[in-house]
Nanobody
Framework: QVQLVESGGGLVQAGDSLRLSCAAS??????????MAWFRQTPGKEREFVAT????????YYADSTKGRFTISRDNAKNTVSLQMNSLKPEDTAVYYC?????????????????WGQGTQVTVSS
C-alpha cells in the first residue's frame, strides 16, 4: 500500500508563491520505483495534469499552463515530492492532488496513477 499526504495549500494573492509538499509512506512505496505527479481539480471539471517527475528526479514534465512558473522536485531519501508554485494566478485556484505510479519514467495521463492523496486547497485571489 501507498499513502500520500499533501500539505502547504492556502489562500494567497495573485503573484505570490506557494510550496506544496507530499509525504509518501507504506511498504509498497518503499520497495517500488514510483513516478510522482501533481494534478489539480476545480468543481465541475476533470482532474488535470500539472507536473510529473521520474523516479530518479532527472526528468520532469509540465502542463503548458504551469511551465516556467511551477517546479516539481523530489527527495527519495525522505519520500517527499514538492511543487514550488511561483507567479500564481487566480486560474491556479484548485484542489491539488499528489499521485504516484509504479515505474521509473514519468506519466502525464491520470489513468497511469494508481495512488492518490486527499488533496490540498489552493486559492489565489485577484
Amino acid at each position: 500500500q501507498v499513502q500520500l499526504v499533501e500539505s502547504g495549500g492556502g489562500l494567497v494573492q495573485a503573484g505570490d508563491s506557494l510550496r506544496l509538499s507530499c509525504a509518501a509512506s507504506g511498504p509498497t512505496f518503499s520497495n517500488t520505483a514510483m513516478a510522482m505527479a501533481w494534478f489539480r481539480q476545480t468543481p465541475g471539471k476533470e482532474r488535470e495534469f500539472v507536473a510529473t517527475i521520474s523516479y530518479s528526479g532527472r526528468t520532469t514534465y509540465y502542463a503548458d499552463s504551469t511551465k516556467g512558473r511551477f517546479t516539481i522536485s523530489r527527495d527519495n531519501a525522505k519520500n517527499t515530492v514538492s511543487l514550488q508554485m511561483n507567479s500564481l494566478k487566480p486560474e491556479d485556484t484548485a484542489v491539488y492532488y499528489c499521485a504516484a505510479a509504479p515505474g521509473v519514467t514519468y506519466y502525464t495521463q491520470r489513468n497511469n496513477y494508481r495512488y492518490w492523496g486527499q488533496g490540498t486547497q489552493v486559492t489565489v485571489s485577484s
